[in-house]
């Protein structure tokens, strides 16, 4: 049984507006996370949510997920999926993929490659790469749970990716969404077009 952890607590101040109530492939970024997750066959989604937490709940049906505070705002994405792994405590998961809400555009089939990964390689960690390059959402199994609740913040998820590569499934997709960082009007404005240009 595999977790979904959407990191949805930041407060988006390059973008001016909460990311994950922007609108891709006409609904909101959270709620089309939300929507592949189901699809993948994820069976537990926790949002964790923070400075636009309210806005969010009255624009997103979230009964069906998890809904938790980030623990420590100041501390960034690590302080969100520290909040996510412990409301998973107590739950029969494999593993969590980390899903930040910028990354709506994940194909389904990204995810789906990556749960196969996770089971066929045994490894503890799964990474989706596009060009050798790797990206997120990033599938933790649960022995690495402990890790990442005790990861600094100055570093976050990324010292326990780093820590030994033998542990690290690298998974190839076909989409490059996995790199993208949306943080800027502009980003999502280019994200638009290249969706138009796909719909052409």
Known sequence: MFA????????????????????????PFLAGILEASY????ETRVVVLGYYGDKIRKEIDLSDSIVVPSEDLGAGPIGSIRAGIRALEGR??????VWPVDRPHVPVACVTAMLDAFRDTHQPIV?????GRR??????????FDELLAAPNEEGARVVVRRD???????EVEDSS????????????????REDRHRE
């Open 4 to 27: 979904a952890i959407i990191l949805a607590a930041g407060a988006s101040q390059r973008m001016g507006y909460p990311k994950g109530l922007l609108a891709y492939r006409g609904r």
């Open 135 to 144: 990206g997120h959402p990033v599938l933790f199994a649960k022995s690495m």
């Open 39 to 42: 699809a993948a066959g994820i």
């Open 127 to 131: 990474v989706p790469t596009f060009g």
């Open 92 to 97: 029969p998961v494999d593993g969590a993929l």
């Open 165 to 171: 590569a033998g542990r690290v499934a690298c998974v």
């Open 178 to 193: 996995v790199l993208d960082d949306l943080n800027t009007p502009d980003d999502y404005k280019a994200l638009l077009r």
